[in-house]
């Protein structure tokens, strides 16, 4: 459980999207969270107290002068009881209310009160959000610390398209998990490279060959780390997942491409983990125009190598980098991946059969072995891909105090 023994304040105000943050009230607890509600009066015209205590199992503050039944005041034990405080969706009203340091209902009282990490998540019409008002408040609030989710561009409910629609909640969340666990900010200051998904080969402007991978291994790793305090720069090839907002996403197609973006994010990187399903050949060459039928039963198509990406960083910069390999096979796994770990000179090579059960593409597990440059193995058991994540971050970061400083 993520976030076992923290407590989140969520604090909503009146907006369209204060919807959303009972998906997020949902997740926090899901993950373990002890998830307190402050609504701001007008949120309550959007959603009712009821939906967020439901879920949450724990009357929402309101009104100040509504005091519970304990001798605690209740927006002081709310504001000292928070190890995050996050405001999702946070109106303009709101967010120049905290900027000016006022403090006359329950949830501004709350947050003038707190000393917890105050996270903001804005959302409204975008005329709105880019008003010099409100852009020169939510830099004064910066200027204070607060941390901000920024709104994305999209359709608003008022009509207009921009700016101004709330983040997504899975951002938000990750971002809180940031601060809730930023005592273990062990990857802060590191530059950490991760490549992901599968890459496309193209045939001719219609057909490519790529790999079944998703890229959710890859994506994990890339959150995780962001989570622990990294730079993280993440090179994308295909896949199916969510943008992870905080980290920098280079996407390409081609392992020609992948191998560039990867070779220059690796200069200044402390450790490269390669878990993309980068393809070993490519067709010789490109037709500019679709390769036609004409009649023929059966056509060759001739392929060349790629680079082995992972090779080439092994032989620049092994030894002084840490670098990490995935491998995924149906034989042999273990020698598979000593041999490799030997061939490509990195610290360790994750393994994975893609015949056993909870591993391979696509699924949120994985059952893998570490297999390190000096011959132990590691076996691990099925977990989320997350969870094998931090074991994989853990490991890196081991072998990188290790490593030769130029
Ligand atoms: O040799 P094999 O392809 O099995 O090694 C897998 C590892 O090498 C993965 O970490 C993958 O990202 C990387 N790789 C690479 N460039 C290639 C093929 C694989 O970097 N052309």
């Known amino acids: 459980m993520l976030l076992k023994n923290k407590t989140i304040v969520v604090g909503v105000t009146g907006g369209i999207a204060a919807y959303k943050a009972l998906e997020l009230t949902s997740k926090l607890i899901k993950s373990g969270a002890d998830v307190k509600v402050v609504m701001t009066k007008s949120a309550t015209e959007f959603v009712r107290p009821l939906s967020f205590q439901s879920l949450s199992k724990k ?56 000393k917890a990490p105050v996270l903001i998540a804005p959302a409204m019409n975008t005329n709105m959000f ?10 004064k609030l910066k200027s204070y610390g ?31 998990v940031c601060l809730a666990l930023s ?16 890459t496309i080969e193209k045939i001719d402007p219609v057909r490519y060959i790529t790999n079944h991978s998703t890229g959710k291994m890859g994506f994990a790793l890339a959150r995780a780390a962001y989570q622990r305090g990294a730079n993280v ?58 390769i036609k039928k004409s009649g023929a ?25 840490t670098i990490i390999g995935f491998a995924m096979e149906t034989q042999n796994l273990i020698e598979n991946a000593q041999k490799k770990c030997a061939e490509k000179k990195v610290d360790f090579i994750v ?42 971050l853990d490991k890196a970061l081991e072998c990188s105090k290790n490593c030769k400083i130029l």
């Not at 880019?130 to 830099?139: A, D, F, G, S, Y």
């Open 59 to 114: 009357p929402v503050a309101v009104d100040t002068f509504d005091e519970p039944n304990t001798w605690e005041i209740r927006h002081i034990s709310l504001a000292k009881s928070a190890d995050v405080f996050t405001i999702v969706p946070c109106t303009a009203n709101v967010i120049g209310k905290i900027a000016s340091g006022i403090a006359d209902d329950m949830l501004t009282t709350t947050v003038m009160a707190t």
């Open 130 to 139: 880019e008003n010099p008002i409100v852009q020169n408040n939510i830099e």
């Open 146 to 176: 607060y941390e901000f989710v920024m709104p994305t561009e999209g359709r608003l409910a008022c009509g207009d398209t921009g700016q101004g629609k709330l983040s997504d909640i899975n951002s938000i969340f990750d971002k809180i």
């Open 183 to 198: 005592k273990n900010t062990d990857l802060k200051n590191k530059n950490i490279v991760i490549s992901a998904g599968a």
């Open 233 to 290: 720069t993440l090179v994308a090839g295909s896949n199916r997942c969510n943008k992870i907002n905080g980290v920098n996403q280079i996407d390409i197609e081609s392992a020609e491409e992948m191998k560039t973006a990867v070779m220059t994010a690796s200069k200044n990187a402390d450790i490269i983990i390669m878990s993309a399903a980068v393809a070993d050949f490519k067709p010789n060459s490109f037709s500019d125009e679709k």
């Open 297 to 321: 039963d059966h056509i060759t198509l001739e392929l060349t190598r790629n680079p082995d990406i992972l090779k080439e960083l092994g032989e620049k910069h092994g030894g002084t980098k």
């Open 351 to 392: 393994a994975n059969n893609l015949r056993t059960e909870g591993a391979g593409f696509g699924t949120d597990t994985n059952v893998a072995s570490i297999v390190s440059q000096d011959g132990s193995t590691i076996k691990l058991p099925k977990m989320s891909k997350l969870e094998l994540a931090d074991i994989i």
